[in-house]
């Protein structure tokens, strides 16, 4: 099986240096191109393919192997990845354009990513380690009833799971576009099929070093370019944040909030989305079975929480530097007065104004594995949702074979690629900033209300659980859809009939009400043993030991 996946492989980057080679001569050029950062985009395409040949070698045949990496990686090494894993292109480029369009509110976002590693060490990491084997579902499933609680953990999955890879493919897709000269649905036929070739054949293995290796990459870039930046200020914060006053066009108003975030409802809702949506992310969570114990889990949130602190405190730096660096630069804007390929361009610009085509090239390259390492990440969930929850434990009630099980899971991370795909070329034009929120909302109505009250309330039942969770995942989909981002802005509707963007603070208080109400009011049998199995969770979720 190796070797004829090292074929394919092969063929395909084949494929890949052909197209590279065609962009270069300007058959398929739309603008001028970087011939070092292909360069370097296909050294890294290169190498991770290795990683997945590895990985193959290794075997994954079994769902321990498949979903978990064997269970054998370390704290550390599992912490890079789940930083690899969370710190998404959106991020790197998104934030950085935040702040540069918004100056200091911009940073809402990345103190909101921040800010959810804690409720994750503190509430989330050890139980999940010691009552799951390699969803987030199996924490619940402990003492509820299996088949309806995996069934809506599922669909949520998978929800938030398809909603994320349309932001992350369209990204990559008008990312490599702008780069690399080549058509918008080759650059995302290229980034759907490495997805599906690091899951398909290498699964969590080769998935986590692709997001250690972006993880390392990535830091590295960071700090390179907020060196650089410091050096043209003397390595003063106030001669920078003076030069970004001085250029912006909103002066001082840059370094007070309400530049981003109009009002206290909006703020308080994507606070809540943030924090709350960290805690309940499929992908995130799911990296915590990678590692042997619930020590080494507890480890892995204290390394990525120290990676992500430095990622995205000097993504401020980045974003100021941008504003005192690239403002009124023709180099970079169009004959409109725009900056050219959009303003989530604005972290390559500054690379090319710091260090030349040299740091372009670098930064492409991190920025396109950072891309590959967030899908393929979510792709895995995806595939462990169908296969593990949805296939073994609901349709075939736990009797299907490891190896059956692990095909399944297999064929959904080809399905899920291919789906990425198509959905990635069809929402080409699509604003994706909404489908970001969307993702976190979603999660943080429909995931942490059962995770949390699942080890942390004794009264919570399998019945209060699936209306819980379906509650949150339909008031947030509803309410986004009826939002300003959505009804107004990408329907043409007319006035939203929901007049906030972030659903979090109206969907996340109602999940949690359904659930404590339906609980509450749950009198049934299955009721009663679903509360008195409460003991046995808490014991094994807080030692290990099962009761």
Same mark, same amino acid.
């Given at each position: 099986?190796?070797?004829?996946?090292?074929?394919?492989?092969?063929?395909?980057?084949?494929?890949?240096?052909?197209?590279?080679?065609?962009?270069?001569?300007g058959?398929?050029?739309?603008?001028?191109?970087?011939?070092?950062?292909?360069?370097?985009?296909l050294?890294?395409?290169?190498?991770?393919?290795?990683?997945?040949?590895?990985?193959?070698?290794?075997g994954?045949?079994?769902?321990?192997?498949?979903?978990?990496?064997g269970?054998?990686?370390?704290?550390?090494?599992?912490g890079?990845?789940?930083?690899?894993?969370?710190?998404?292109?959106a991020?790197?480029?998104?934030?950085?354009?935040?702040?540069?369009?918004?100056?200091?509110?911009?940073?809402?976002?990345?103190?909101?990513?921040?800010?959810?590693?804690p409720?994750?060490?503190?509430?989330?990491?050890?139980?999940?380690r010691?009552l799951?084997?390699?969803?987030?579902?199996?924490?619940?499933?402990?003492?509820?009833?299996?088949?309806?609680?995996?069934?809506v953990?599922?669909?949520?999955?998978?929800?938030?799971?398809i909603?994320y890879?349309?932001?992350?493919?369209?990204g990559?897709?008008?990312l490599?576009? @702008?780069?690399?000269g080549?058509p918008?649905?080759l650059?995302?036929?290229m980034?759907?099929i @490495?997805?599906?070739?690091?899951?398909?054949?290498?699964?969590?293995?080769?998935?986590t070093w692709?997001q250690?290796?972006?993880?390392?990459?990535?830091?590295t870039?960071t700090?390179?370019?907020s060196v650089?930046?410091?050096?043209?200020f003397?390595?003063?914060?106030?001669?920078?944040f003076?030069a970004?006053?001085?250029?912006?066009p909103?002066g001082h108003?840059i370094m007070a909030?309400g530049?981003?975030?109009?009002?206290?409802?909006?703020?308080?809702?994507?606070?809540?989305?943030?924090?709350?949506?960290?805690a309940?992310?499929?992908?995130?969570?799911?990296?915590?079975?990678t590692?042997?114990?619930?020590?080494?889990?507890?480890?892995?949130?204290?390394?990525?929480?120290?990676?992500?602190?430095?990622?995205?405190?000097l993504?401020f730096?980045?974003?100021?530097?941008?504003?005192?660096?690239?403002t009124?630069?023709?180099?970079f804007?169009d004959a409109?007065?725009?900056?050219?390929?959009?303003?989530?361009?604005?972290?390559?610009?500054?690379?090319?104004?710091?260090?030349?085509?040299v740091?372009?090239?670098?930064?492409?390259?991190?920025?396109?594995?950072?891309?590959l390492?967030?899908?393929?990440?979510?792709?895995?969930?995806?595939?462990?949702?169908?296969?593990?929850?949805?296939?073994?434990?609901?349709?075939k009630k736990?009797?299907?074979t490891?190896?059956?099980?692990v095909?399944?899971?297999?064929l959904?991370?080809?399905?899920?690629?291919?789906?990425?795909?198509?959905l990635?070329?069809?929402?080409?034009n699509?604003?994706?900033?909404?489908?970001?929120?969307?993702?976190?909302?979603?999660a943080?109505?429909?995931?942490?209300?059962?995770?949390?009250l699942?080890?942390?309330?004794?009264?919570?039942?399998?019945?209060?659980?699936?209306y819980?969770?379906?509650?949150?995942?339909i008031?947030?989909?509803? @309410?986004?859809?009826?939002?300003?981002?959505v009804?107004?802005?990408?329907l043409?509707?007319?006035?939203?009939?929901?007049p906030?963007d972030?659903?979090?603070?109206?969907?996340?208080? @109602?999940?949690f009400?359904?659930?404590?109400?339906?609980?509450?009011?749950?009198k049934?049998?299955?009721?009663?043993?679903?509360?008195s199995?409460?003991?046995?969770?808490?014991?094994t979720?807080?030692t290990?030991?099962?009761?």
């Amino acid at each position: 099986m190796a070797r004829r996946y090292l074929y394919a492989a092969t063929a395909f980057l084949l494929i890949t240096t052909t197209a590279a080679a065609d962009a270069i001569t300007g058959s398929v050029v739309k603008q001028p191109i970087n011939p070092l950062a292909i360069g370097m985009f296909l050294l890294f395409v290169i190498a991770s393919l290795g990683v997945t040949v590895w990985a193959a070698r290794r075997g994954t045949r079994t769902a321990k192997d498949f979903y978990a990496a064997g269970g054998g990686l370390s704290g550390f090494q599992n912490g890079l990845a789940i930083a690899g894993d969370y710190t998404s292109a959106a991020t790197f480029l998104g934030v950085t354009a935040l702040v540069f369009g918004a100056g200091y509110d911009g940073m809402i976002y990345a103190i909101g990513f921040l800010v959810g590693f804690p409720m994750i060490l503190f509430l989330v990491a050890e139980p999940l380690r010691n009552l799951g084997k390699y969803t987030f579902a199996d924490l619940a499933a402990y003492r509820l009833k299996e088949g309806p609680v995996r069934t809506v953990a599922g669909v949520n999955t998978l929800v938030i799971v398809i909603f994320y890879l349309i932001a992350q493919m369209v990204g990559a897709g008008k990312l490599i576009e @702008l780069l690399f000269g080549l058509p918008y649905w080759l650059a995302v036929v290229m980034v759907g099929i @490495l997805m599906m070739l690091y899951v398909t054949f290498g699964g969590m293995l080769a998935t986590t070093w692709v997001q250690i290796t972006k993880a390392v990459l990535l830091l590295t870039g960071t700090v390179i370019m907020s060196v650089l930046i410091m050096g043209h200020f003397g390595f003063s914060l106030n001669q920078l944040f003076a030069a970004a006053i001085a250029v912006h066009p909103k002066g001082h108003a840059i370094m007070a909030p309400g530049g981003l975030v109009k009002d206290p409802i909006s703020a308080i809702s994507l606070g809540i989305a943030l924090i709350f949506g960290t805690a309940g992310l499929p992908h995130i969570l799911m990296r915590f079975f990678t590692v042997a114990d619930a020590k080494q889990a507890r480890v892995s949130v204290v390394v990525a929480t120290a990676f992500i602190t430095i990622f995205y405190s000097l993504l401020f730096v980045l974003g100021f530097g941008a504003i005192a660096l690239v403002t009124g630069d023709p180099s970079f804007v169009d004959a409109a007065g725009a900056i050219v390929g959009g303003a989530n361009m604005i972290a390559l610009h500054l690379a090319t104004k710091l260090g030349g085509s040299v740091l372009l090239g670098f930064i492409s390259a991190v920025a396109f594995a950072t891309i590959l390492a967030v899908v393929s990440g979510l792709t895995i969930a995806g595939a462990s949702a169908a296969g593990h929850d949805l296939y073994a434990r609901v349709i075939k009630k736990g009797v299907a074979t490891e190896q059956a099980e692990v095909r399944v899971s297999k064929l959904s991370a080809v399905g899920l690629s291919l789906l990425a795909i198509l959905l990635g070329i069809l929402f080409e034009n699509q604003n994706i900033a909404f489908l970001v929120g969307l993702v976190f909302a979603i999660a943080a109505s429909a995931n942490f209300p059962v995770i949390f009250l699942s080890v942390k309330w004794e009264v919570l039942t399998t019945r209060g659980a699936v209306y819980g969770a379906a509650s949150g995942l339909i008031a947030a989909l509803g @309410l986004v859809l009826l939002s300003p981002a959505v009804w107004t802005n990408t329907l043409g509707m007319g006035p939203a009939l929901f007049p906030y963007d972030n659903p979090a603070l109206f969907s996340v208080p @109602l999940a949690f009400l359904v659930t404590i109400i339906a609980s509450i009011n749950d009198k049934s049998e299955r009721a009663q043993r679903d509360r008195s199995l409460f003991l046995a969770q808490h014991i094994t979720a807080n030692t290990g030991i099962k009761a």
